[in-house]
């Protein structure tokens, strides 16, 4: 896990709302406190869908942010920023089986719980922490080595200014 401290706020924000950096990540949770405390579960209601559209979704257990963001920034939007905030992004699988394959790490894919991106707003400072949730024990390190530097690059690119804490 690393921890990163975001130098600009505001421009994260736009990347956040505005912009289409994060919206291919899937939305595993998000939550927010104002006057009153709103959680959001990013995992998929099956049941809610038609066949058609379960069809479309196929492979898909959680919302991405592109289909929730603007849900949340309209809850956020107002004279007062929220007192804290957090969302937590996940790497698809598929992209997660990419990565372990394509850098050769000793892992099974079907072992991965999920590659999180964690982002926390509170008292005006961001920060974000990367995590690696796996079904088995393992000392072996490689891809949480290889997300938390994915994560730091992918910002840097970004043009996200992102100092390790």
């Given at each position: ?17 505005s ?12 939550k ?37 963001k ?5 809850m ?32 099974n ?15 005006g ?41």
């Open positions: 896990m690393v921890a990163l401290q975001i130098e600009d706020v505001k421009q994260f924000m736009l990347h956040l709302f912009k289409a950096t994060f919206d291919a990540f899937w939305l595993y949770e998000v927010v406190k104002m006057a009153t405390a709103y959680v959001i579960d990013g995992k998929l209601n099956m049941e809610f869908f038609d066949q058609d559209e379960k069809e479309i979704l196929e492979g898909r257990t959680y919302a991405l942010w592109k289909e929730q603007q849900i949340v920034f309209s956020i939007r107002g004279h007062k920023t929220p007192e804290t905030m957090q969302l937590v992004f996940m790497l698809s699988p598929s992209n997660t089986e990419k990565m372990i394959l394509q850098n050769n790490l000793p892992i894919p079907s072992d991965v719980r999920g590659l999180f991106f964690n982002i926390y707003f509170k008292q400072k961001l920060s974000c922490t990367t995590g690696v949730s796996l079904k088995t024990f393992t000392l072996e390190k490689g891809l949480d080595y290889l997300w938390e530097d994915m994560v730091q690059k992918y910002l840097k690119q970004k043009g996200i200014e992102a100092v390790v804490e």
